[in-house]
């Protein structure tokens, strides 16, 4: 374990961190930094990027968070280097596996937990838990380059972690087919399966995801959290559970003053003004 973050820390200049995090126009976005490595999801990056996205969930001034890649791949999915390493442990590698898979289910958990939308800047490739990333996403830009797929029946290791979010996005037979065949999908595909909201050229990729983002975060940030808490534990429920659950949701909803804001200004014909202060 050592040995292998010492390694990664190495093959990354200390100035330069594994997740770069900037804030524009109470947009946060995080951009996954081993270009050099595809954007493999390694034990460290998996961590940092973690924590990346729990903080700019936490702060005030962020309302909507871009993730995206820096060089030519969005991300490769897992640092299979990293993982064949652990071959020669005891359990050979067992351990480590189950920590590292662990991890990565925590990751994509606090995406879809976090309080602010998540939106993926699809920047190139995108396969197995770069994939999984993407799918797990609230939306999803991509450029007209991109491509996505889960290959690892390719190489002996169905991507089944990453087939738990590509299975909730979208259709069964398209997700079998991701999954059974290991090939490529291209972006125009992608968006017409739903596995991403918009494309754009590739040259103003960022542009277009920032001018969405913008569009999220003008809505009222407290009804933003309720919605998408309330999307998430809806979507698996039976039919009449999941009304029943909305239906308290829409209650609260009700009472919140951003509603009690809102449907004012919608009566009265004039913009609303939001309450201050409304985590």
Known sequence: MGELQTRDKQEQPAEEPLVL???????????LNRPKKRNALSEAMIGALQKAVRRAGQQSDVRVIVLTGAGPVFSSGHDLKELTAYRSEADKGRAAYQRIMTACSRLMLTIVHSPKPVIAAVNGIATAAGCQL?????????????????PGVNIGLFCSTPMVALSRNVPRKKAMEMLLTGEMTSAEDALAMGLVNRLAAPDALLEETLGFAALVATKPQATLKIGKEAFYRQIDMPLEEAYGYASCVMVDNMLHAEAKEGIGAFLDKRKPVWPKNDE
């Open 21 to 31: 995090e900037e804030i524009r126009e109470r947009v946060a976005i995080l951009t």
């Open 134 to 150: 993407v799918a797990s996403c609230d939306l999803a830009v991509a450029s007209s380059e991109a491509a996505f797929a889960t």
